[in-house]
C-alpha cells in the first residue's frame, strides 16, 4: 500500500480524485491546502480553515496547510512535498481533469521532490465524472461563481443531476472547470460525518461572487 498526499482544494474534483485514489488501494496520509498570507482562508476556492479542519475530521486524514502569496506559491509547495517525501509519500494526487499547463505544472513540483504525480479524472467525460460523484452519495455545495457565466443565486446550491443539466442548457462547462463555480464538499462515501455548513454574506471580487461559509 503505497502513500500518497491529496492536493486539496475541498471541492469535488480533488475529493473525486482522492475517492478513486483510495479505491485503488492506496493510503492517503495527508490533504495539502494552500492558504492566502492571512492563513484564514484557502487560495483555491476561499475557503475557510475551520472548514478544511472539519473536513479533514470526517475524512480521518491529517491536514497540512501553508500560508502563501502568488509569488512564493510554487517554492512553499515544494517545500511541503520535500517534508512529505521523507515522511515516506511516494505520490501526490490531484484533481485536474484535462488543462494541460496544470497537469504540467504538478508534474514538475513533484518531480523536483521525486515524487510521482497522479491525476486520476485526467481525460474523463465530464458528465460521467459528474454522474459518479453524485450518484456514489457526494454532496457539494457552490461556494463561488464567474459572473460573466453563472448567476451569483447558484450559490448555496448543491450539485445534482437537474442541475448538471441546467449547466448544460446554459452552454457552461458542467464541471466548472473553466472556473465557472467551484464547490466544497460535505458529505460522502469516504466522510464519517457531513458538515454542517452554516451559510454567511456573499462578496464580489474581481468578477467573481464568494459565499462566506463556516462551521
Same mark, same amino acid.
Request: net charge neutral; hydrophobic share 35%.
Given at each position: ?13 480533488? #475529493?473525486? $480524485? ?5 479505491? *485503488?488501494?492506496?493510503?492517503? /496520509? ?5 492558504? %492566502? ?5 484557502? %487560495?483555491?476556492?476561499?475557503?475557510? %480553515?475551520?472548514?478544511? &479542519? *472539519?473536513? $479533514? ?28 517525501? @521523507?515522511?515516506?509519500? @511516494? ?11 496544470? &497537469? ?5 513540483? #513533484? ?14 467525460? &465530464? ?12 454532496? $457539494? ?10 448567476? &451569483? ?15 448544460? %442548457? ?24 457531513? !458538515? /454542517? ?5 456573499? !462578496?464580489?471580487? @474581481?468578477?467573481? #461572487?464568494?459565499?462566506?461559509? @463556516?462551521?
Amino acid at each position: 500500500m503505497d502513500k500518497f498526499f491529496s492536493s486539496w482544494s475541498g471541492g469535488k474534483d480533488s #475529493c473525486l $480524485a482522492l475517492y478513486y485514489a483510495i479505491k *485503488e488501494g492506496n493510503k492517503a /496520509a495527508r490533504l495539502l491546502t494552500m492558504l %492566502r498570507e492571512d492563513g484564514e482562508k484557502s %487560495r483555491s476556492h476561499g475557503l475557510n %480553515r475551520k472548514v478544511l &479542519r *472539519e473536513q $479533514a475530521d470526517s475524512l480521518n486524514i491529517p491536514l497540512e496547510t501553508c500560508s502563501t502569496s502568488w509569488d512564493d506559491y510554487e517554492t512553499n509547495f515544494i517545500k511541503i512535498l520535500s517534508k512529505f517525501k @521523507k515522511d515516506g509519500l @511516494k505520490y501526490g494526487v490531484f484533481g485536474d481533469i484535462d488543462i494541460q499547463e496544470h &497537469r504540467e505544472w504538478v508534474e514538475n513540483v #513533484c518531480s523536483k521532490v521525486d515524487m510521482q504525480a497522479l491525476l486520476p479524472l485526467w481525460q474523463q467525460p &465530464r458528465q460521467q465524472l459528474l454522474h459518479d460523484f453524485i450518484s456514489k452519495g457526494f454532496k $457539494a455545495l457552490i461556494v463561488s461563481v464567474k459572473e460573466e457565466d453563472l448567476d &451569483r443565486k447558484y450559490l448555496g446550491n448543491i450539485i445534482t443531476e437537474d442541475l448538471v443539466k441546467e449547466f448544460n %442548457r446554459i452552454g457552461i462547462d458542467p464541471a466548472g472547470e473553466n472556473g465557472e463555480y467551484h464547490t466544497v464538499v460535505i458529505d460522502g462515501p469516504i466522510f464519517s460525518f457531513p !458538515l /454542517a455548513i452554516k451559510k454567511g454574506n456573499i !462578496l464580489s471580487h @474581481k468578477g467573481y #461572487c464568494f459565499l462566506h461559509t @463556516k462551521i
